[in-house]
Nanobody, 121 residues
Framework: QLQLVESGGGLVQPGGSLRLSCAASGFALNSYAIGWFRQAPGKEREGVSCISASGGRTDYADSVKGRFTISRDNAKNTVYLQMNSLEPEDTAVYYC??????????????WGQGTQVTVSS
């Protein structure tokens, strides 16, 4: 069974940093691109970042470019999202997911349960 588990969320002040982790079990993470998504209250889910299976290709939403960095350690079966210069608008539940092809498609083999990120003073 493909399972993804996020961790690392929490409460942080504006301008602060957090690192989210997405750990896989039941499958080899290096066979999948992995994406980070977020959903704020009352808003639709949006794609934040995506990394290819090898790590050689990354994509970012315009709203996080220059502030967030996605990376992966296939030996640890884990993908990370380093979030710097956090803004209140980044407050959301963050999910990782394993797409069948690429993150901006509509077919996914697994979603995590989400981790809450709150940016507030």
């Amino acid at each position: 069974q493909l399972q993804l588990v996020e961790s690392g969320g929490g409460l942080v002040q504006p301008g602060g940093s957090l690192r989210l982790s997405c750990a896989a079990s039941g499958f080899a993470l290096n066979s999948y691109a992995i994406g980070w998504f977020r959903q704020a209250p009352g808003k639709e889910r949006e794609g934040v970042s995506c990394i290819s299976a090898s790590g050689g290709r990354t994509d970012y939403a315009d709203s996080v470019k220059g502030r967030f960095t996605i990376s992966r350690d296939n030996a640890k079966n884990t993908v990370y999202l380093q979030m710097n210069s956090l803004e209140p608008e980044d407050t959301a539940v963050y999910y990782c997911a394993a797409p069948r092809v690429w993150c901006w498609g509509d077919e996914f083999d697994s979603w995590g349960q989400g981790t809450q990120v709150t940016v507030s003073s």
